[in-house]
């Protein structure tokens, strides 16, 4: 496949379905419809260098960030079709009433804007979907409805800061590591 052709109209309709499925299926956090996408379900959070990998690893995925925040959301900015991926840009939202693994809960609410591409092989099956967004937008946005005035406040932001330490030292995930330049014919 040539990278500068577009597939015909018609697999470009079905991969934004599939991917449109997609997003609802993840707001009604129906995982199963939202698995059902994938034959293989694969994410890739490039900001946190973290691979989720298979049906049991992008459950837990599921189920922590729902947990962090059970009332995500998206709205989408613009949608994309390449060679291989529809690419979406969106805004993720959400409020944090449960612990982020170690950062405990702010109550604050987080509107990130993020980019997702998700990547079809030759076979048309989705094979990935790659996230890209900035963790520190996403932080600013918790951390900012603490109180700092009071006791009870600094306590908490001690904690989210702790926590933020806890997952900073993670060595990155190698499948996102190990990557090779295009072979640019000119």
Do not use: C
């Amino acid at each position: 496949m040539s990278r500068f052709v577009l597939p015909p109209e018609d697999v470009l309709r079905a991969r934004e379905k599939l991917v449109l499925d997609h997003f609802h299926d993840e707001v009604a956090q129906d995982w199963d419809a939202t698995l059902s996408t994938f034959p293989h379900p694969h994410y890739e959070l490039i900001a946190q260098m973290t691979v989720h990998d298979g049906d049991d690893e992008v459950r837990g995925y599921y189920a922590d960030t729902r947990v962090a925040f059970p009332d995500q959301d998206h709205e989408i900015i613009a949608f994309r079709h390449s060679v291989d991926a529809v690419i979406v840009e969106f805004w993720l939202l959400g409020t944090h009433k449960g612990p982020l693994g170690p950062i405990p809960a702010t109550g604050a609410a987080h509107r990130t804007r993020m980019t997702a591409y998700f990547v079809f092989d030759e076979n048309e099956r989705l094979v990935t979907e790659r996230i890209y967004f900035d963790q520190l937008t996403i932080l600013k946005q918790l951390v900012a409805g603490i109180d700092r005035r009071s006791p009870r406040g600094l306590l908490k932001l001690a904690r989210v800061l702790r926590g933020l330490l806890t997952m900073s030292g993670g060595t990155p995930d190698p499948r996102l590591l190990a990557t090779t330049p295009p072979d640019f014919v000119r």
